[in-house]
């Protein structure tokens, strides 16, 4: 059995919650789903520009999970800007700090 998984720390949630090429009916279209948590990491690495242990300490989480967490949101950004898919940001073990 696996362990639980822990949850994130959220500073901000973004207002956007979806994103999709111009142009393409929704109907037409594949969706990629960013997890909340994906969506924090890229902010506080690509954004912020902080260092991954720095970033892993604002969301509570060990430097090594962090470091799978925005592998993983990298694959999937890129994998829509590619193949012009839509990303729908949802789900997520995460808690919001205020």
């Known amino acids: ?9 959220i ?8 994103f ?21 990491a890229v902010k506080l690495a690509d954004f ?3 260092y991954q242990a720095d970033a892993a300490k604002k969301m509570n989480i060990s430097r090594q999970t962090f470091g799978n967490i925005i592998k993983s949101a990298h ?3 890129a994998n829509a800007l590619i193949n012009g898919k839509a ?7 995460v808690k919001i700090k205020k």
Do not use: F, W
Request: glycine fraction near 6%; charged fraction near 30%; aromatic fraction near 4%.
């Open 75 to 77: 694959k999937k950004i």
């Open 11 to 18: 500073h901000s949630p973004n207002e956007y919650n979806y």
């Open 1 to 9: 059995m696996p362990r639980p998984c822990k949850l994130r720390t």
């Open 87 to 93: 990303i729908r940001i949802q789900g997520g073990a």
């Open 48 to 50: 912020e520009n902080l």
């Open 20 to 40: 999709k090429p111009r142009g393409v009916p929704l109907s037409q279209i594949e969706e990629i789903e960013l997890t909340i948590d994906e969506l924090e």
